[in-house]
């Protein structure tokens, strides 16, 4: 029979750090808060939290290899949110940030978790940052939970 391996949601001895875009930043903090708040509810303390604030979702990637970098934490979240304008710019954007944050995950062992949201609108972001849709960062820090637990001890200390 194959060994299955289904980490839970326990979060305690774990440490996080969380990095976040200014830009559209109420937002974003939405996602921060409910990222803080479920990580606190599955056992996180809070000297194992760290929040670092970028300007934008582009500069996401390469804090997230600092901390990463940094062997300090279990996980990386990286939260931004882009939302379309005039032209397709919001899309380079989205798509250079979650290139960007695999590339830190792939290279340094450390679990990157995409939490930048792309929406047509201020609606679509509004109802994933807490609305009618959920909370997209709730959802991030219970995958970051689990890949933590998952990360073999010794990958990128």
């Known amino acids: 029979m194959a060994v299955e391996q289904r980490p839970g949601h326990d979060a305690a001895g774990r440490r996080f750090c969380v990095v976040a875009a200014r830009f559209n930043e109420p937002y974003v903090r939405r996602l921060v808060d409910a990222a803080l708040e479920v990580l606190r509810h599955r056992g996180a303390?809070?000297?194992d939290l760290e929040v670092i604030w970028v300007p934008g979702s582009f500069e996401l990637p390469?804090?997230?290899?600092?901390a990463a970098?940094?062997?300090?934490?279990d996980a990386v979240l990286a939260f931004g949110v882009l939302i379309r304008g005039e032209t397709e710019h919001f899309r380079l954007v989205a798509e250079s940030a979650t290139h960007g944050l695999q590339r830190v995950a792939l290279e340094t062992g450390?679990?990157?978790l995409n939490g930048v949201l792309a929406t047509h609108d201020a609606d679509q972001a509004a109802a994933r940052t807490g609305g009618e849709v959920g909370n997209r960062g709730a959802e991030v820090a219970l995958a970051a939970v689990q890949m933590a637990q998952l990360r073999p001890q010794g990958v990128a200390r």
């Open 45 to 47: 303390a809070e000297a």
């Open 62 to 66: 390469l804090a997230c290899r600092w």
């Open 69 to 73: 970098a940094s062997a300090r934490f």
């Open 110 to 112: 450390i679990p990157v």
